[in-house]
């Protein structure tokens, strides 16, 4: 090799490692990694909220001898103790004006306003309006109320970056991090299933102590004996499989 070729090699060693090291102070102090944007957990991608939803109940009425069905008001029931439970507000009652189902419905009405009172709806927390409804077919009426419920304010399935090789995530193939849709649907049936939405916001209050048992217990302790409970038995036998008698 030639001294102006060993010059020449020498050149390009010294600008590669230059340029090396200008990728990794990059990556050690750019934005993507010092102040990366990127949600890192699912909590944060896929966050549950609390918002405003609708209980909603359509009675297609006329079908009973005294305006409703022994199953609507069954329903109806069943809509009153979730407006007693989760009700904001008052319940929201549309009947149809006009159409086949107009006689139906202004029959029904006392009977659905009885029941209503009956499962604990009073007269004052129901707001009545009347709807257009010339289409053909039976006409509900419609009550319903706004209850709060909890959901992840985006849905599901989207995939901002393609998982496959090659799509130009560099970022995450070499951090390793989460997709974006991970965990979405745990969050989203979590939201669905849980009872009262408010949980997810603050705990419940403690309930009261048993005052019974507690004075069980300062007793004990002042007799100097055993505070625990024992609920041991010797003669309990599990199971006769494999011979035991």
Not at 27 to 35: L, N, S, T
Not at 209 to 233: F, L, N, S
């Amino acid at each position: 090799m030639t001294l102006q070729r060993q010059s020449q090699f020498k050149k390009s060693l010294a600008a590669g490692a230059l340029l090396a090291s200008t990728f990794a102070l990059a990556g050690c102090h750019g934005d993507r990694i010092v102040a990366d944007a990127y949600p890192q957990t699912y909590e944060q991608r896929h966050p549950i909220v609390l918002a405003e939803g609708a209980a909603r109940l359509d009675l297609p009425v006329g079908g009973g001898r005294r305006g409703l069905t022994e199953r609507q008001r069954d329903d109806i029931r069943a809509f009153a103790a979730d407006w007693r439970k989760n009700g904001r507000g008052p319940v929201g009652m549309l009947v149809p004006a006009g159409g086949a189902s107009a006689g139906a419905a202004d029959y029904a009405i006392p009977a659905i306003r009885t029941t209503l009172a009956a499962a604990g709806v009073p007269a004052t927390a129901i707001i009545s309006q009347r709807y257009p409804a010339d289409a053909p077919g039976v006409a509900p009426v419609k009550l319903g109320f706004v209850k709060l419920k909890a959901e992840v304010p985006h849905p599901c399935g989207l995939w901002p970056e393609d998982l496959g090789h090659g799509a130009g995530d560099l970022y995450g193939e070499t951090q390793n991090r989460e997709y974006w849709n991970f965990g979405c649907a745990t969050q989203q049936n979590l939201a669905a299933q849980v009872a009262d939405p408010e949980d997810l916001a603050r705990p419940r209050t403690e309930t009261a102590i048993y005052a019974a048992r507690r004075q069980t217990v300062m007793e004990k302790y002042k007799a100097g004996t055993d505070t625990t409970t024992d609920y041991r038995q010797s003669d309990v036998q599990v199971s006769t499989i494999g011979g035991g008698n």
